[in-house]
């Protein structure tokens, strides 16, 4: 797959097939989530993979928008880390960045994902926290949820030049 047809082609999946994965593509993916750009090169995220069914349940127990979890059979969680990161609130957008590359990386891999947002809703990073047993210091940003893809999806049309400025607004 050529990248900018995966930039453009991938979708957020929420339909699984619940055949297992190989554990090489998920490393693949886990190193593209890795290669993300960061403040300072700070690299400020840790990567928590989730294949235990009763624990999936467990988060779709406290995240109202993770019903497909048992169905994708894995998730990936991407935490900052508030220790190693550039500066207050920086991890929010390096861990952004890793869960975007982890996204596109599952795509090229033929993987479906979709991105389950915890931050900046604190009672689900709480709840989350408290179920992974996270230190104080680590923070949830995602939860994306991964398997083989039960559903095709079209193609919309998203480029608006309305939204394009060039120099100033006006």
């Known amino acids: 797959m050529e990248l900018f ?6 979708r957020s999946i929420r339909k699984y097939t619940g055949k297992k994965r190989l554990k090489k593509d998920l490393m693949d993916i886990l ?5 993300a750009p960061s403040a300072r090169n700070k690299q400020p995220w840790h990567f928590l993979v989730i294949d235990k069914m009763e624990l999936l349940e467990q ?13 994708a059979g894995q998730a990936i969680v991407v935490c900052g880390d508030q220790h190693l990161q550039n500066g207050p609130g920086y991890w929010v957008v390096d861990c952004s960045a890793a869960t975007q590359n982890i996204l596109l990386a599952a795509h090229a ?17 709480r709840a989350v926290e408290s179920l992974l ?8 940003l995602s939860i994306i949820a991964l398997g083989y893809p039960a559903e095709k999806k079209d193609l919309p ?3 608006n030049e309305e939204r394009i400025h060039f120099n100033t607004w006006g």
């Open 5 to 10: 047809d995966g930039l453009i082609s991938r």
């Open 31 to 35: 190193k593209a989530g890795m290669y």
């Open 59 to 71: 988060i779709q127990e406290v995240h109202p928008y993770a019903s497909m979890l048992t169905e």
């Open 109 to 125: 891999k033929g993987l479906g994902a979709v991105w389950l947002g915890v931050h900046p809703r604190e009672e689900r990073g």
């Open 133 to 140: 047993q996270l230190p104080e210091h680590i923070k949830v």
């Open 157 to 159: 049309e998203r480029f």
